[in-house]
């Protein structure tokens, strides 16, 4: 099966500049995750996913980030405007069930540098 | 919040030395689960430990989960170069999970 995929792999963009990430989910897969791990941080939660409606979206820092998910497929983020605190690499996640127990198939992220 | 903490940041080992790295939570969980991320790679999912004083092996690695389920620990015995990444934890409470810092092991052949 394929994997989850996200794109792009790399952005660099300046401050105050919009940026759009994608994540493909794996098949079938209804619960999708964001997180956000910034150099030598922990991998943070962003939001949660369940099909198209927002299970969860705890983490996500200000209103400058806004996640979707039309139609339950993929998803996207989008940060406007970007700040250099949002510099950090974006990983997606999915899994088949819902609940903490359920391990994480994780893309191989987006590595976004605000300048 | 529920916070993990997770130690040490970074190891280096000579090859064939033993290593460990320590989860520890603020509050008791009902599950951990431990990742590894090879350089330039995303986390893999390892293992899912769920009961008190849980252990489980996956050849030269061990995993514990403790008695009171506020820690937990990933050993592995004589490394390997193809060990070389970073391990995460993550540790799950309330429907809630949490992921460590992660430790990095570099391995010197």
């Known amino acids: 099966e394929a994997g989850v995929t996200q794109f792009p792999s790399h952005s660099v963009i300046e401050k105050g500049q919009t940026v759009t990430l994608r994540c493909d989910p794996i098949s079938g897969h209804d619960n999708l995750y964001w997180y956000r791990r910034v150099m030598g941080k922990e991998i943070k939660f962003l939001l949660h996913?369940?099909?198209?409606?927002?299970?969860?979206e705890s983490g996500m820092p200000n209103n400058r980030f806004l996640a979707e998910r039309t139609g339950g497929t993929y998803s996207t983020l989008k940060v406007q405007p970007a700040e250099l605190e949002d510099s950090g690499v974006y990983f997606c996640a999915s899994s088949p069930r819902t609940g903490r127990n359920s391990p994480l198939h994780f893309g191989n992220g987006t590595r976004l540098t605000v300048t | 919040g529920q916070q993990v903490m997770q130690i040490p940041q970074y190891q280096h080992v000579q090859e064939g030395e033993d290593f460990t790295t320590y989860c520890n939570s603020s509050?008791?969980?009902?599950?951990i689960q431990w990742y590894k991320q090879r350089p330039g790679g995303h986390p893999v999912f390892l293992i899912q430990l769920v009961k008190s004083g849980e252990v489980k092996k996956q050849k030269r690695l061990t995993f514990q989960f403790g008695e009171a389920k506020k820690n937990s620990s990933l050993h592995i015995t004589a490394t390997q170069t193809t060990d070389v990444g970073t391990y995460f934890c993550a540790g799950s409470n309330n429907n809630d999970m949490r992921f460590g810092a992660g430790t990095r092991l570099t391995v010197k052949p």
């Open positions: 996913f369940v099909k198209e409606s927002k299970q969860d």
């Open positions: 509050t008791t969980l009902s599950n």
